[in-house]
């Protein structure tokens, strides 16, 4: 019996990397994206197309609107989306765009699922580097809910296990990229922006992120921006020989 997993799948680049190492490890996977009241919706568009290219056996889009509690300006437009900052100040502070207990949420409801189907285990891309500072991204977060998941289900109990999975964690955006390259992973349809608008802004701190991240991996980023900020450059030469170390990543 194939081996099955449950992956957290944002349409965002950190979810479509961590898919598609799910797939290389030999999963059957089952996509759960959340339709959570997000500004950005255009992600789920994204997570649709990536569902699709990596072949997954079943993908639920679960409607789970946040907006009723508010907090975040990702699901409230009446707050500020941080923008402009430096590259050396994103992740001194918790930003407004941190959604409250989000991780918590979404895994609740991928564990749930994963007992439902006997999934061996959830995949999520949260990483620790070069991230915005989001307190349910840190590693000891997840060791927490790993706990809590050997003693919460039915499957657990009877000795069976549920492994939260997260293998781009301690890695940092470029480094993601370059796995993601040697995947073959479809970036061109993964989505990062925050501002919820037909190209991604250049400027909110996930396509500031984004963009180092494919600039020191010596590779154009292939989504359309409204501006760059001032010290991307738009016109990289493909470097191959930057990516010949990432097979160490997998």
């Not at 409607?63 to 430096?86: A, C, E, H, Y």
């Not at 992120?209 to 760059?228: E, I, K």
């Not at 020989?241 to 097979?247: L, V």
Request: a positive charge.
């Amino acid at each position: 019996m194939a081996k099955k997993a449950v992956c957290l799948l944002s349409g965002g680049l950190d979810s479509c990397v961590t898919l598609f190492l799910a797939k290389k490890q030999g999963y059957q996977l089952y996509a759960l994206s959340f339709d959570y009241g997000q500004i950005h919706k255009k992600e789920l568009i994204c997570a649709k197309k990536i569902a699709a290219a990596a072949q997954v056996k079943k993908h639920i889009i679960f409607p789970l609107n946040l907006k009723r509690f508010g907090g975040s300006s990702l699901v409230d437009p009446s707050l500020q989306i941080p923008m402009d900052k430096t590259l050396k100040t994103i992740g001194k502070r918790i930003p407004s765009t941190y959604v409250p207990a989000r991780n918590t949420i979404f895994l609740s409801l991928a564990l749930a699922y994963a007992e439902t189907i006997d999934a061996n285990a959830i995949f999520i891309g949260a990483h620790a580097t070069d991230y915005s500072g989001y307190p349910d991204c840190r590693p000891e977060f997840f060791e927490s809910f790993q706990t809590m998941v050997d003693h919460a289900t039915k499957k657990t109990v009877e000795h069976k296990s549920i492994r939260i999975c997260t293998p781009v964690l301690h890695l940092s955006k470029t480094e993601i990229i370059k796995t993601g390259i040697t995947l073959g992973v479809p970036f061109e349809h993964t989505w990062s922006c925050y501002a919820g608008k037909a190209k991604a802004c250049g400027r909110c701190e996930s396509c500031l992120l984004r963009l180092q991240g494919f600039q020191d991996a010596g590779r154009n980023d292939p989504v359309p921006y409204a501006s760059y900020p001032a010290w991307y450059k738009k016109k990289l030469v493909t470097a191959e020989a930057h990516c010949s170390s990432s097979s160490s990543f997998l």
